[in-house]
């Protein structure tokens, strides 16, 4: 049974609260989307599409995008609260001088990249949910699983969270699979990791407790796995919305996925040029967690830190000719996959069976969804 559907109003500003509010004020048609692919229509479908109802799938595309990003902004603040900047526009937190310092490491800049792109999700999540509303159908709110504990560090609010920053295990395989000109994940193609021993064990992308303040290798070691987690996460933002996109069918719903997918790829690009300034070192609290310095090891092409252009690669069939893209982009099961992808990485350590329930409703009923036509 689906939890109903509310209005998000946890850490937004005023103003963007209120607009939320005001669009789900105008959903009282609301539906839920529970029903399965290849069901017959209703047959005032018409009717709905010229009051402007979304059609079944478009809305399941779309509820499954705000969950994505209700999730992605829970994870975006938590590193502001500690090492962003912490403001008006993203509130809570008062900050973590030596955290901060130490992803300063990275680029001098970061703390003002990690504001941007908190708040860039805040507003990806407001925008789809007050569309949804806009348009007479269901929202989606997370708030009654914000329920894991908050980083215990000075500078971090003491609130419920719905993601888990301090026990990942961090894919960099997109470090490798934008370096490659002959593979592709969507014929099946397999990437080596750029940081073997991060992908493996549990690593806190945030200080914990102030206890892990120091030594300074370790705080820099948290930090790194911080800059790595960074391009883990907006990857996915980038291959989730394109591959999504090739079964809306409407073109408003449309618009609005090609405009927010490409700002994820703007994520990626600047975090995949961070990350390759990670100082190299060996984290001196866990001596299997190690940093390599990537231009010598292992070095070469597919680990050299400043190609961070897409290597241009096979697309669509081997018989055609190399092509710079955003990889992968099959939409097959795209939802569950990322989905599956987040909760693999430990992201969601200590949610509740019905937590994962929820999500693996809304991206099954994403998945279903079918282009017009199609
Ligand atoms: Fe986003
Ligand atoms: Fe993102």
């Not at 103003?15 to 959903?27: E, H, I, P, Q, Y």
């Not at 693999?344 to 693996?360: T, Y």
Request: proline share 6%.
């Amino acid at each position: 049974m689906r939890n109903p559907f509310q209005p998000h109003s946890i850490g937004l500003p005023t103003d963007r609260r209120s607009f939320l509010k005001k669009g789900v004020a105008t959903a009282g048609a609301a539906t839920v989307s529970s029903g399965l692919f290849g069901e017959a229509l209703p047959v005032f479908a018409k009717e709905d599409e010229r009051s402007g109802k979304l059609r079944k799938g478009d809305a399941a595309i779309l509820r499954f995008l705000a969950a994505a990003e209700i999730l992605e902004t829970d994870l975006w603040q938590q590193y502001n609260e500690l090492g962003g900047i912490q403001d008006s526009e993203v509130p809570g937190g008062s900050g973590s001088p030596l955290y901060t310092a130490a992803l300063a490491q990275l680029d001098s800049d970061m703390a003002q990249y990690i504001h941007d792109n908190t708040e860039d999700e805040l507003t990806h999540e407001v925008f789809i949910n007050a569309y949804l509303a806009s348009k007479g159908a269901d929202t989606v709110d997370l708030d009654k699983f914000r329920t894991l504990p908050s980083s215990k560090a000075s500078g971090a609010q003491q609130i419920g969270r719905l993601t888990n920053l301090m026990q990942l295990s961090v894919d960099t395989t997109w470090w490798t699979r934008y370096r490659s000109g002959t593979k592709n994940p969507d014929f099946g193609d397999t990437f080596p990791q750029a940081v073997p021993t991060l992908a493996v064990g549990q690593h806190p992308a945030i200080p914990r407790t102030d206890a892990d303040l120091s030594p300074s290798d370790h705080l820099q070691a948290i930090a790194n796995t911080a800059g790595f987690h960074f391009g883990t996460i907006e990857q996915g933002g980038t291959s989730l919305y394109p591959s999504v996109a090739q079964r809306v069918s409407n073109v408003e719903v449309l618009r609005i996925v090609l405009s927010i997918g490409p700002t994820e790829a703007m994520h990626f690009q600047t975090w995949q040029d961070k990350a390759g300034n990670a100082p190299a070192l060996t984290d001196p609290t866990d001596p299997t967690l190690v940093f390599p310095n990537l231009n010598t090891t292992p070095g070469g092409e597919d680990f050299q830190t400043n190609l961070i252009m897409p290597e241009p690669t096979v697309f669509l069939s081997h018989d055609l000719p190399a092509c710079s893209i955003v990889r992968p982009t099959n939409t097959k099961g795209v939802a569950m996959g990322a989905l599956q992808f987040l909760t693999a990485s430990g992201l969601f350590l200590g949610q509740s069976k019905e937590f994962f329930a929820f999500l693996r409703d809304l991206a099954e009923d994403a998945d279903d969804a079918r282009r017009e036509g199609d």
